[in-house]
């Protein structure tokens, strides 16, 4: 079993940066691709990033550039670097382990809100 806590939202300046902590427990960690999902209020939960074992990375388009995932199996924890912030971050942001089609933990999600 992984449990996820994130960790790390709060209010920033459009232009600002936040990094987001997702740590895990149990010992199967380095084992799982480790991912990012974002909800905005009213909205779809869309994928933001995702790092595989081998450290491959995959971000979406609107955030490519912007945003560093990155993880830390000696920690059990996977960052999100949000750099260049803008308005349409604002979201809950989730932390998820698994593959497309098979996320099996979430967790609770931390607010960032990005103020213009």
């Known amino acids: 079993q992984v449990q996820l806590v994130e960790s790390g939202g709060g209010l920033v300046q459009a232009g600002g940066s936040l990094r987001l902590s997702c740590a895990a427990s149990?010992?199967?960690?380095?084992?799982?691709?480790m991912n990012w999902f974002r909800r905005p209020s009213g909205k779809e939960r869309e994928v933001v990033a995702g790092i595989s074992v081998d450290g491959t990375t995959n971000y979406a388009a609107s955030v490519k550039g912007r945003f560093t995932i990155s993880r830390d199996n000696a920690k059990n924890t996977v960052y999100l670097q949000m750099n260049s912030l803008k308005p349409e971050d604002t979201a809950v942001y989730y932390c998820?382990?698994?593959?497309?089609?098979?996320?099996?933990?979430w967790g609770q999600g931390t607010q960032v809100t990005v103020s213009s």
């Open positions: 149990g010992r199967t960690f380095s084992m799982h691709r």
């Open positions: 998820a382990a698994g593959v497309p089609g098979n996320y099996f933990a």
